[in-house]
Each structure stands twice: as C-alpha cells, then as structure tokens.
C-alpha cells in the first residue's frame, strides 16, 4: 500500500533521512521506532507530503505520489495524528473533529463516525463544546486520534499516539489501533513504548539517525539484542 | 454632557472605521504572521473605486441609498480582487523566506500603490461624489449627520458578518483552523492557500467598505490618503491584540474615541500623535495586546 523508495529528506542544509526504504502492506499495523532524532517523525511528514525527499519515491497505491500537496493526499485517503498532538486550541472540540472530516460531504456518515469516535474516547463526549486548548494533554491526545480517524482513511499515520497518557487510557490506545486494524486500515505507527508498539504490530522498523537499520516481523524486531538493549531497557 | 456625547459619537464613527480596516490586518496576521503594510492603500483603493463606479452611475446628480449600496458592494468585491491578486503576485512567492523578506515585501508592495496610485490617479485630491446627500440630525443639542451613523451601523452589520462566516461557516473554521496551526490545517485536507486568498479578500472587502464610506463623509480622496488611516489601524490592530477579531473591533473603537477627544481639547494639534503613544505604551507595558494572550481566539 506504501512504499518508500530510498528517501532523501533535508531541514534546510539538515540531512535528516538518508536512503530510507519501507513497506507497509494493505491491512498492516507496521511500527517505526528509534532513538530521540532519529527521523521517525521526519518519515511520516514525507508520507504527508508536509515534506518532500529531496530524492527517492513516495509510493502509494502503487502511485507516485512524491511532491504532492499535503491536502490533497488526504483526499486520497492519508491522515496523521501529528507529534505534539496538533489540535486546534482555539476550535472546540467538535469542530476539532469537523476539520478532521473537512474534505467530506455526507453528513449522515459524519455523524457516525463522530459517534464511533465518542465512544471510543467518552471524556472528550462530555468536554464536547469546550476548547480543544483547555483539555489535559492526554484528552489532548485522544482528541487527535479521534480526529485523524474523521477523514476515513485507508492509511492513518500515528506519532507517539501514547505520549504522556496514563496507563490505562494507553491500553485505549492500543486497544483502539486493533480495532482500526480489524475495520481494514492500515497504520503506520511511531512509539517510544516500543514493547507495547511491537505487540500490537505485525512488523516493525528500526531508525537510527536518519537510516533504517533493521527490519522484520515484530516479534523478530522486539527479540533483537540492540532493541532491547536500546529501547526495552534490558 | 452634551460634548461628552457629541464625541462618544464621533469617536464611535472613526472608531468603527479604523475598526474595519485593522480587521484586515489582524486576520492576515493571523493566518500568515505577517504584517500587511499595503493594507491602508488597499482602503485608498477602495475609496477610488467607489469614486469611479459612482461617477460612472452619474450619482452625484440622482443621490440614492441604492446607488450608494451598489457602490459599495462593487467597490468590496474590486478590492477583494486585489487583495487576492496582492497574496499572490508579492506574498506567496516570498512566503518560505524570512519574516522580514515578507515584511520588505509588504513595504514595497506598500509604496508601489501610493506612488502607482499618483501617477494613475494623478496626487490631486478628487471629490468624492454625493451619492447621499448629507444631513444633520439633532437629538437635544447632540449633532449627528447620516454619515456618520451610516458608517456605524454599516460597521456593525459587516462586523456581524464577519463573526457569522468566520464561526459558523466552514471556511470560517478552517480560517481558525489555518491560523493555529497552517501544517496541522493542511493535514485536514485543507487548501491553506485558499485560505489564505479568502483571508487576503475578506480584509480587503472590508477596507474598501471603510474608504467608500469615508470618502462618503469626507468627502476627500487621493492615493496618500491610506498612509495615515492604514497606519493608526495598525496600532488598533497591535492594541487589541494582532490577530486577535474582537481584538481589532475594540482597539478600533478606543483609538478612534482617544482621538477624537483629543481633537476636542486645547491639544488638538496632537490628534494624530495618539495613535503612536499608544503604540508605543503598549509595546512597552503588553506587547501582545489587550485581547492577545494565548487564551484569546486568534484567526
Ligand atoms: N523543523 C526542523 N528543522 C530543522 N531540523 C529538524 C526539524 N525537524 C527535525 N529536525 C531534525 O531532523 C532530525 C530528525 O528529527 P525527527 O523529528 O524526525 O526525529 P524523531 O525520530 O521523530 O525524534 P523524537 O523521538 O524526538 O520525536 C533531528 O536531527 C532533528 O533535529
Ligand atoms: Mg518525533
């Protein structure tokens, strides 16, 4: 469904991928994880199209879809819940979620999906009016998930979708990617909780500045010596 | 008390225009965090095509409301135009510099109208046709001519408007959206560059509305007449809080009864002085303005 092909992506003269090549098949929970600075975000924002390689290919669908414009790749079914969560503090949290379903017109479908999301995250249910800048970090957090899922994407890209949540809200997390997975989307997912991460993944990544140096099937990647001595603390 | 009200009036009547026109500034701000000095020549503008599309509906001969409204409508959607030509042709290209480039660019655009605009318009002062006739009311001893409340009540009603699009409309929202955060915005599906266009439009449009119905009062124009209204917007626009809407309507509002008290008093020489004192009190005591802070809505 996506394929990287050997980016290149620059911060000005910052050389921050260097030849990343990555698949996520259709109906895959695929997780990227890696130091502080490693690129991880970086890849996903060349997913976007908020960045673009400077060389290497974007595929997806089997499209090129290097050099588009951000917007309009959701319209192709990509959506992301940004690092720092990203919500608009100065919207409410239901119009957080209209712009989420921005590009939609049936407004039946809207309302459902809008349900499905409340359900999924009551407390942002009872802060339903208040300004999304006035929520705890971790409604904060849900409030991004539940509004990347607004658009219906086909590829829902996640950075640190667990950041700061209490113990229990992230198992709603994780419990909510299985749920996404089994609806037929596909995710491409950035944790620092690596272990969770993997145990909900089918395969994973592994960056280290700005290059991939190992990947394979979850299980395989979370067995790794230098993972669990890097990342599992072990 | 009947002075006092005279200038309440008054106040309230340039208040709303340097209102109108710091409207412009704040949103652009907003959505761009740029500072649009050429957005005072845009209300001259605004002035001159009102003056031209008048002249052409020959209303200084047959005055009516509904010549002056045609006028006035004409004259946003010309500037509108502009606006969005302006964002397109000098900001867009320069949007990834620097701010400063931005801001050099905003100075030239600046200059290029009010000196375009003598050698199109000449630098002689125009009269403005008397597309209403003017009249004086009085309530007590409290003088109020129908420009003035004109210019009031159209205030309001484009202010509401305003308020209306950008909070219950959906490009009123993704305009929010747009200026909280652009990139967040883009991954919504929203066209930010559209965005910005309809921004660029909106202040335009209503700049224009302020020139016309100044011109309508004054009734003065030439192409350096946006210099000094432009700027003292600007100051209600920072006063207010830059990009902050409400913001921009109140700081419009108390610059323009500063002013015009000023104007009543044996200082009246310093009229236009206030502005710039205010300016400056308020770089020093609150930089971001009196409804600036982060808990104010920006757009
Ligand atoms: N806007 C930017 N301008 C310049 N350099 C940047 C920018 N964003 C990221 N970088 C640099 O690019 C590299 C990769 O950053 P990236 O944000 O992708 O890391 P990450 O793996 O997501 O890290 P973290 O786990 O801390 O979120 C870092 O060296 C970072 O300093
Ligand atoms: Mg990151």
């Known amino acids: ?199 909900h993944s089918d395969r994973g990544y592994v960056l280290e500045t700005g290059a991939v140096i190992l990947e394979g099937a979850a299980a395989d990647v979370a067995a790794d010596p230098r993972v669990r001595e890097a990342y599992l603390g072990e | 008390m009947e002075l006092f009200f005279q200038q309440v009036i008054n106040g309230l009547s340039l208040g709303a225009i340097y209102a109108l026109i710091a409207l412009g500034y704040t949103m652009v701000y907003g959505v761009l965090r740029l500072i649009n000095f050429a957005h005072g020549d845009v209300y001259m503008l605004g002035a001159f095509a009102g003056y031209f599309i008048a002249n052409a509906m020959n209303l200084d001969a047959n005055p009516s409301i509904l010549g002056a409204i045609v006028v006035t409508m004409g004259s946003m959607a010309i500037c509108a135009a502009i606006g969005v030509i302006i964002e397109r042709l000098a900001y867009r290209p320069v949007r990834q510099h620097s701010r400063l480039t931005s801001l050099i660019t905003a100075i030239g655009v600046s200059l290029l109208l009010e000196y375009g605009g003598q050698v199109v318009f000449t630098a002689n002062p125009r009269f403005f046709p008397q597309m209403i006739r003017s009249e004086t009311y009085a309530i007590g001893k409290v003088q109020i001519t129908n420009q003035s409340l004109l210019i009031i009540v159209v205030s309001i009603i484009l202010m509401f408007g305003l308020e209306f699009i950008v909070h219950r409309t959906k490009i009123g929202k993704a305009m929010r959206a747009t200026s909280h955060n652009l990139s967040v915005a883009k991954l919504m599906g929203i066209n930010t560059n559209f965005v910005i266009a309809f921004t660029f439009a909106l202040g335009s449009a209503l700049a224009a509305a302020a020139g016309v119905m100044v011109a309508l009062a004054i009734p003065k124009i030439d192409p350096l007449m946006g210099l000094m209204t432009g700027l003292k917007a600007f100051v209600a626009a920072v006063l207010g809080g830059i990009g902050s809407i409400p913001g921009a309507m109140l700081g419009g509002m108390i610059i323009g009864l500063m002013e015009t008290w000023i104007g009543a008093t044996s200082y009246s020489t310093y009229r236009d002085a206030v502005a710039f004192g205010v300016l400056i009190l308020v770089l020093l005591i609150r930089p971001s303005g009196i409804m600036g802070s982060t808990a104010a809505e920006k757009v």
């Open chain 1, 1 to 199: 469904m996506l394929t990287l092909e050997n980016i290149d992506v620059y911060y000005g003269a910052i050389h921050a991928l260097r030849g990343v090549s990555l698949t996520v098949n259709q109906g895959e929970v695929v997780t990227l994880i890696g130091a502080n600075g490693a690129g991880k975000s970086t890849t996903l924002r060349a997913v976007t199209g908020l960045l673009t390689p400077r060389k290497g290919r974007v595929l997806f669908e089997g499209d090129d879809i290097t050099g588009i414009a951000a917007h309009k790749l959701v319209a192709r079914g990509i959506s992301m819940s940004p690092e720092g969560r990203g919500v608009f503090a100065n919207l409410t949290v239901l119009e957080n979620l209209e712009m989420g379903a921005y590009l939609r017109k049936n407004k039946a479908d809207i309302a459902s999906d809008m349900e499905r999301g409340l359900t999924l995250f009551p407390r942002l249910k009872e802060r339903i009016k208040q300004k999304a800048g006035t929520l705890s970090g971790g409604e904060q957090q849900m409030l991004a998930m539940a509004r990347a899922l607004m658009s219906r994407p086909k590829l829902l890209l996640l950075d640190e979708p667990s950041l700061g949540l209490a113990p229990l809200v992230c198992q709603t997390i994780f419990a909510t990617i299985d749920d996404i997975k089994a609806t037929g989307t596909t995710v491409l997912l950035v944790e620092q909780n690596a272990n969770a991460a993997l145990k």
